[in-house]
């Protein structure tokens, strides 16, 4: 989240006019974040959250939305839609589509502890057994804009502008990656972007998690290794063990993981932090305009995704 585009307090008094939301009060330009313009917005009927999309074109949205409503109607705590007076959840300003949540309450967390390792991870496994009717693998609007062919195109676009160790690290990567079949592995619709400020607690009770607009297709390994590596890894980007194993642990009192999803865990936690050091690079190397951006460090992955890499060269090494 972050603000590329400004919109004033007469523009939202404008759009609040649109819904039975109450009279504009204020709003806030939320910092955190790095895909879409985003603020608070105070009524004097609540607090919400408005999302202008930078990227998301409309008829994606609509996915976007009906997952959100179909999670809320299973119980899964999440930001629930807001329709305006004529039942539309999406509209449109400045040529870009934007929507109206509800604001959750609760704080995001700078470090977790096993409690709440534990609570996100039974929260995501109930997300990955939750039937829905937009986990469809023929629902291209769905499938992983971020995924091997990304990795691909963004990798060639940047390694010029990276040093040799850096491009060496990037190339022999997408080269590991040629040989990896996921084909065994459980899918469905996935997070995809469970950081710790995309979820709300209070103390250890968690109470909603946000930002589900990077949801997907694909492998619910991958989305347990890009939380994993998220909740899980100290400064020097390595895993807590005891916080891995408490999360693993309490996702699997929810969902089993497969023999499958076992052998192929050491490689999804490094293509999740691959995915993560290559966006935050393209990022930084090639900067958007904002009125309060926030460009994440692409440091912190490539550490993560290289203390994932030692263990299988000393497992190599051993043998």
Known sequence: MSVYTSISDKEFSEILSLYNLGDFIRSQGIQAGIENTNYFITTTKGEYVFTLFEK????????YISLLQELSN???????????TNKQTINKIKNKPFTLVTRLQGETISSANVQQ????AIELAKIHNTSLSVSDSSNNALQNRRGSKWRENTAKKLIHNLSSHDA???????????????????????????????????????????DFYDACYDSYLYDIAITV???????????????????????????????????????????????????????????????????????????????????????????
């Open 168 to 210: 060496n690290l990037l190339s022999s990567e997408l080269e590991f990656y040629q040989s990896f079949d996921d084909n065994d592995l459980p899918k469905g619709i996935i997070h995809a972007d469970l950081f710790k400020d995309n979820a709300l607690f209070e103390n250890d009770q968690l109470i909603g998690i946000i």
């Open 56 to 63: 998301i074109n409309q008829n994606e949205l609509k996915l």
């Open 229 to 319: 590596n998220a909740w899980c890894s100290n400064e020097d980007g390595k895993l807590i063990e005891k916080l891995t194993n408490a999360f693993l642990q309490s996702y699997q009192t929810i969902r089993k993981l497969t023999a499958a999803e076992v052998n192929a865990w050491p490689t999804m936690l490094r293509m999740a932090a691959m995915r993560f050091w290559l966006s935050r690079l393209e990022d930084s190397l090639i900067q958007r305009e904002g009125d309060l951006t926030h460009c994440k460090d692409p440091k912190e992955y490539q550490h993560i995704l290289q203390n994932h890499i030692k263990p299988a060269i000393e497992d190599v090494l051993c043998q």
């Open 74 to 84: 299973a119980g899964i705590a999440c930001p629930q839609p807001q329709e305006d």
């Open 117 to 120: 390792c534990k609570t996100i």
